[in-house]
């Protein structure tokens, strides 16, 4: 059994700053890809940020500059920084990781932690 657990959510101000976490545990040999999402309301989810194993990264152009994702292997976790928070920000965020487990690969999501930006 995997899990992913996010974190951090909250409400805050245009302006200021919050920092997520997503924690996967459970039987793996390996985390390869780890990746942060998010869905406002009425929109489709997006890819917003994805780190690969050996840490290159990638963003999504609105949030480039402002997030940065990184990860602690050590502890299986992924970390999103989100700085300069506009209220466009506002949505669910969701984490994902592919993962090696003795029987093959998959990909495990999250339940979600909310952003709230105000203006």
């Known amino acids: 059994q995997v899990q992913v657990v996010e974190s951090g959510g909250g409400l805050v101000q245009a302006g200021e700053s919050l920092r997520l976490s997503c924690k996967v545990s459970?039987?793996?040999?390996?985390?390869?890809?780890m990746n942060w999402h998010r869905q406002a309301p009425g929109k489709q989810r997006e890819l917003v940020a994805t780190i690969s194993s050996d840490d290159r990264t990638n963003y999504t152009e609105p949030v480039k500059g402002r997030f940065s994702i990184t990860r602690a292997d050590a502890k299986n976790t992924v970390y999103l920084q989100m700085n300069s928070l506009e209220p466009e920000d506002t949505a669910v965020y969701y984490c994902?990781?592919?993962?090696?487990?003795?029987?093959?690969?998959?990909?495990?999501w999250g339940q979600g932690t909310q952003v709230t930006v105000s203006s």
């Open positions: 994902s990781a592919h993962i090696v487990k003795y029987i093959g690969t998959s990909t495990y």
């Open positions: 459970g039987r793996i040999l390996h985390i390869l890809t």
